[in-house]
């Protein structure tokens, strides 16, 4: 699957951002989406992601977002939206959006595709 991510830019500190990431076909029950993050420097680090079938533990977060981003989905349009509250500059970093089939993993080495990547910054 293709998947095609969109909604970076340049806010400032305290303000909000939508991500978005299409998939190029239909995403069945098994299939998990992500969001990572990295910023340069740095390896790439898991943001949140959701299980496409729903169920307990459907969506998790990494601790340093927990509380100012949210993670949904639009099954129709097989599209994940990344919610971004309450930014800060530590949040700056180029994001990606993957997908795997099976649970939404932290582990940045189990996710099988890929987008492009959209650039966040955030000012102070």
């Known amino acids: 699957v293709q998947l095609q991510a969109s909604g970076g830019g340049v806010v400032q500190a305290g303000g909000s951002l939508r991500l978005s990431c299409t998939a190029s076909?239909?995403?069945?029950?098994?299939?998990?989406m992500g969001w990572f993050r990295q910023a340069p420097g740095t390896d790439r680090e898991f943001v949140a992601s959701?299980?496409?079938?729903?169920?307990?533990?459907?969506?998790r977060y990494a601790d340093s977002v927990k509380g100012r981003f949210t993670i949904s989905k639009e099954t129709a349009k097989n599209t994940m939206y990344l919610q971004m509250n309450s930014l800060k500059p530590e949040d700056t970093a180029v994001y990606y959006c993957?997908?795997?089939?099976?649970?939404?993993?932290?582990?940045?080495?189990?996710?099988?595709?890929w987008g492009q990547g959209t650039l966040v910054t955030v000012s102070s």
């Open positions: 993957a997908g795997r089939v099976g649970s939404g993993t932290q582990a940045v080495d189990a996710w099988t595709s």
């Open positions: 076909r239909r995403l069945y029950s098994s299939f998990a």
């Open positions: 959701i299980r496409w079938g729903g169920g307990n533990d459907a969506m």
